[in-house]
């Protein structure tokens, strides 16, 4: 159960990086452009995402993903 008053070291309130990053960086092995999260907690828009996603779903009147996961694609894609 997510609470937001559990705080991890780069400030998310939750462990949802930690516990999947290993899992992506594993399935995505073969892809020459995939940052891996593991490690990166701190500086990966993906595990930034995820936080965002933990935090702030409930509340996006389209769902789950959206509008958040477009906002940081275009964030990456600017960067």
């Known amino acids: ?3 937001k008053s559990r705080v991890n070291r780069n400030n998310c ?3 949802a990086p930690e516990s999947v990053g290993a899992v ?3 399935q995505n092995a ?3 452009l995939y940052k ?3 490690g990166n907690f701190g ?3 993906a595990c930034k995402a ?3 996603l933990v935090s702030r779903g409930m509340e996006q009147p389209s769902g789950y993903t ?3 996961l477009p906002a940081w694609r275009l964030k990456v894609k600017a960067a």
């Open 1 to 3: 159960m997510h609470t």
């Open 13 to 15: 309130p939750c462990r």
């Open 24 to 26: 992506v960086d594993k």
């Open 30 to 32: 073969g892809d020459k």
């Open 36 to 38: 891996p999260m593991a």
């Open 43 to 45: 500086t990966s828009a």
């Open 50 to 52: 995820v936080c965002e």
């Open 66 to 68: 959206e509008p958040l």
